[in-house]
């Protein structure tokens, strides 16, 4: 079974902390994308990656970043939480370029910051 | 405006039929798909259509695609309260793998 694993379901952090959503697949994807689910918003992208090292902002990268050191493992840094950043977030990867851009979806991480 | 937009609840009688609705603004998406979240779960891919096809038929689900309106459908046939969830409609933006969502669908199915 494919599996995109988030490294926690529920997070509490206060505001102005540094915070780490950690994301692992198991599918040797080369792409891989973090989202954020707010009610009537949909999923909106914060971040995408398509290589090791490599990244590409999404549509509402402030507040947030990225790294990918490893091509299974991909991290979104809250580098000073916000009350505005409580949220869903979600993980996805998909095969690379020229193939289906099928996405799998973590179980989600659902962050407050109080 | 947005990549892709869908209007935001749907309700419908057990064993009627759904239509769920969305359209996109960037034709370069090569496929068109539909993701189904159940309360509390991640997503899940429910169909696909390449972009060169108009409709595409699986089981009771039935996707349209309108290239010149730019505009989607997904069809449910008789209707179960399990197929109560959000639906999205996803394309890919630009030539790479960026994947863009809609705002979701909350189907509500009334026995």
């Known amino acids: 079974d494919v599996k995109v694993t988030q490294s926690s379901r529920y997070l509490v952090k206060r505001t102005g902390e540094k915070v780490f959503l950690e994301c692992v697949q198991d599918m040797d994807h080369e792409n891989m994308f973090w989202y954020r689910q707010d009610p009537g918003l949909g999923l909106r992208l914060i971040y995408f990656?398509?290589?090791?090292?490599?990244?590409e902002k999404g549509d509402i990268p402030e507040g947030y970043s990225v790294s990918r050191e490893k091509k299974e493992r991909f991290s979104l840094i809250l580098e000073s939480a916000s009350t505005n950043q409580t949220s869903m977030y979600l993980c996805?990867?998909?095969?690379?370029?020229?193939?289906?851009?099928?996405?799998?979806f973590g179980q989600g991480t659902r962050l407050t910051v109080v | 405006g947005e990549d892709v937009e869908q209007s935001l609840f749907l309700s419908v009688r057990e064993g009627d039929s759904s239509v769920i609705n969305c359209t996109y603004t960037?034709?370069?998406?090569?496929?068109l798909y539909w993701y189904k979240q159940e309360p509390g779960a991640g997503l899940q891919l429910l169909t696909y259509?390449?972009?060169?096809?108009d409709m595409k038929q699986d089981q009771r689900l039935t996707v349209l695609l309108n290239k010149k309106d730019k505009h989607l459908s997904l069809r449910i046939a008789d209707t179960q309260t399990g197929d109560s969830a959000i639906y999205f409609c996803?394309?890919?933006?630009?030539?790479?793998?960026?994947?863009?969502f809609g705002q979701g669908t909350e189907l509500s199915v009334k026995p």
């Open positions: 259509i390449f972009s060169n096809m």
């Open positions: 996805a990867s998909s095969a690379g370029r020229g193939q289906e851009f099928q996405a799998f």
């Open positions: 990656s398509y290589d090791v090292k490599m990244k």
């Open positions: 996803a394309g890919t933006r630009g030539q790479g793998g960026k994947l863009i």
């Open positions: 960037d034709s370069s998406s090569t496929y």
